[in-house]
Nanobody
Framework: QVQLVESGGGSVQAGGSLRLSCVASGATYSRPCMGWFRQAPGKEREGVAA??????TRYADSVKGRFTISKDNAKTLSLQMNSLKPEDTAMYYCAADLSVCTVVFGLLPEDRFNYWGQGTQVTVSS
C-alpha cells in the first residue's frame, strides 16, 4: 500500500513560481509510474505531467516549457511550476503506480494510477 501526501501549493501572482512535492510512504519510487494531475472548478481532472519507469517525461501542451516533473529521491516526486498563469489555478494531485509504464505514446490516463494524494490547491491571480 502506498500513501501520497502533496505539499507546496499556495497563492501566487501571474508569472510567479511554485514547487509542489509529493512524499510517498509505504513504498519507494524504484521504477514506478508517477504523475501530476489537476482539476479546476467545474472542469474534469486532466493530466499535467508524467514520468515513466525509465525516467522519461511527458507534459500537457498547456504546461510544456513551464513545468518540470522530477523525482528528488526514492520517496519524493516534485513539480516545479514557473511562469504561472491564472488558468493554472486548480487542485493539483500526485499519482503513482508501482507497475512499469511508458510515456512514449503520451500522458498516462487517470486509470493507469492506483495511488492518489489528497491534493494541494494552487491559485494564480492576474
Amino acid at each position: 500500500q502506498v500513501q501520497l501526501v502533496e505539499s507546496g501549493g499556495g497563492s501566487v501572482q501571474a508569472g510567479g513560481s511554485l514547487r509542489l512535492s509529493c512524499v510517498a510512504s509505504g513504498a519507494t519510487y524504484s521504477r514506478p509510474c508517477m504523475g501530476w494531475f489537476r482539476q479546476a472548478p467545474g472542469k474534469e481532472r486532466e493530466g499535467v505531467a508524467a514520468m515513466d519507469s525509465s525516467g522519461r517525461t511527458r507534459y500537457a501542451d498547456s504546461v510544456k516549457g513551464r513545468f518540470t516533473i522530477s523525482k528528488d529521491n526514492a520517496k519524493t516526486l516534485s513539480l516545479q511550476m514557473n511562469s504561472l498563469k491564472p488558468e493554472d489555478t486548480a487542485m493539483y494531485y500526485c499519482a503513482a503506480d508501482l507497475s512499469v509504464c511508458t510515456v512514449v505514446f503520451g500522458l498516462l490516463p487517470e486509470d493507469r494510477f492506483n495511488y492518489w494524494g489528497q491534493g494541494t490547491q494552487v491559485t494564480v491571480s492576474s
